[in-house]
């Protein structure tokens, strides 16, 4: 059975940061394209960041480039959103999602593709 869990969130101020991190299991973890979700009260879940299999390509959206890293540890069956310089238009339910298909044959930053999600970790921003 296919496990993601995500930790990390909580409650920062504007300008600061926090480290997400999404443990897999059930999975042969280097088979999968991971990815990063969130979704902001009364909107619609939008993609944040993805990794192929080993890290060498990533994908970011244009609201937190340059700001948000994704990093994939393959030994430790965890992929890792770093967030700096953290807004307050970042609090978010943060969503962790895998996919079993190749980098070269999705489209990242589409829902679709992910076949399993996490239950979400709260990341909230204060002014």
């Known amino acids: 059975q296919v496990q993601l869990v995500e930790s990390g969130g909580g409650l920062v101020q504007a300008g600061g940061s926090l480290r997400l991190s999404c443990a897999a299991s059930?999975?042969?973890?280097?088979?999968?394209?991971m990815g990063w979700f969130r979704q902001a009260p009364g909107k619609e879940r939008e993609f944040v960041a993805a990794?192929?299999?080993?890290?060498?390509?990533?994908y970011y959206a244009d609201s937190v480039k340059g700001r948000f890293t994704i990093s994939r540890d393959n030994a430790k069956n965890t992929v890792y959103l770093q967030m700096n310089s953290l807004k307050p238009e970042d609090t978010a339910v943060y969503y962790c999602?895998?996919?079993?298909?190749?980098?070269?044959?999705?489209?990242?930053?589409?829902?679709?593709?992910?076949?399993?999600w996490g239950q979400g970790t709260q990341v909230t921003v204060s002014s």
């Open positions: 999602a895998a996919t079993s298909r190749r980098w070269y044959l999705m489209r990242p930053k589409e829902l679709h593709y992910y076949d399993y």
């Open positions: 059930g999975v042969t973890f280097t088979s999968y394209t």
């Open positions: 990794i192929n299999w080993n890290g060498g390509s990533t």
